[in-house]
Structure formats: structure tokens, C-alpha cells
């Protein structure tokens, strides 16, 4: 992750340990997505329980670098407020 945005120069290292929150917020991401993919698994492809879990387990390591950013998107939405004419400044 950069350390500031290149558009508006807003600093992403707001102090340390912020981003700990962000847990709050990729924790619901991966519970939707184990239900959606657990879902498409067990229904759809009706996989048997012991590739389920592995397969599931692969799915999800996969997609951990996309969770955990956006995690961290939303998190720091709810403390610093959009600003579009910031790179008009």
C-alpha cells in the first residue's frame, strides 16, 4: 500500500495501528464469501465435505490480498471524508 494517495497526497499512515480496525470490516467480506462459495460448492458442484474445506480454504488464501485491501478501503472511508476537488487544491 502506498504511504499517501497520489491525487490528493492524503497520508495513509494516519498513526500506528490503525488499520487493526480494518479487521472489523474484512471479517463480514470473508463470512459473505464463505457462504456464497460454500454455497456454490455444496448445491451447486456438490462436493464432498473433505475437498469442500480444501477447496474453500485455497479460495479464500487466494483472494486474502484482495480482502484485506478492501478492508482497509473501507475502513479509512469511515474516518477521512472524500474530498473530489482535492486535486484541484
Known amino acids: 500500500m502506498p504511504d499517501h494517495c497520489p491525487v490528493c497526497h492524503q ?6 495501528g490503525f488499520y487493526i480496525g ?18 456454490l460448492l455444496l448445491v451447486y458442484f456438490k462436493m464432498e465435505m473433505n475437498w469442500f474445506f ?5 479460495i479464500l488464501f487466494l483472494l486474502q490480498p484482495i480482502i484485506i ?20 487544491k
Open 22 to 39: 480494518a479487521l472489523w470490516t474484512s471479517f463480514p467480506i470473508v463470512i459473505i464469501l464463505m457462504a456464497l462459495i460454500s454455497l
Open 69 to 88: 485491501r478492501l478492508g482497509r478501503s473501507i475502513w479509512i472511508h469511515l474516518f477521512v471524508a472524500y474530498d473530489p476537488d482535492a486535486e484541484n
Open 11 to 16: 497520508d495513509f499512515k494516519i498513526e500506528p
Open 54 to 58: 480444501v477447496t474453500l480454504a485455497i
